[in-house]
């Protein structure tokens, strides 16, 4: 399993970002799919996940402000950040988990700075 993601970039705060991660198979295949965080010199954090039925959960630091989905067709987990926060500053991993084993993506840096 692959998972690539991609979208991430320099944004200043307030700005807004849509990070993609695609899967090497169907993400029907995937019980839930979602992104992590790791900031300089901090552990890794959760952010948002989406099952295969489409229900989603994020950590309360983003609530509100990110939006996680997925395209089906494309095998595609999509993750739309608003009002952006220099405290979002991080490299975002997504994951997808199946059958017990858990696959990551290679990492996306965020940059929120004016």
């Known amino acids: 399993v692959q998972l690539q993601a991609s979208g991430g970039g320099l944004v200043q705060p307030g700005g807004s970002l849509r990070l993609s991660c695609a899967a090497s198979e169907s993400v029907f295949s995937f019980t839930v799919m979602g992104w992590y965080r790791q900031a300089p010199g901090k552990q890794r954090e959760f952010v948002a996940t989406?099952?295969?039925?489409?229900?989603?959960n994020y950590a309360g630091s983003v609530k509100g402000r990110f939006s996680i989905s997925k395209d089906n067709a494309k095998n595609t987990v999509y993750m739309q950040m608003n009002s952006l926060k220099p405290g979002d500053t991080a490299v975002y991993y997504c994951f997808a988990d199946r059958n017990y084993a858990q696959y990551w993506g290679q990492g996306a840096q965020v940059t929120v700075s004016s």
């Open positions: 989406i099952t295969t039925d489409g229900n989603t």
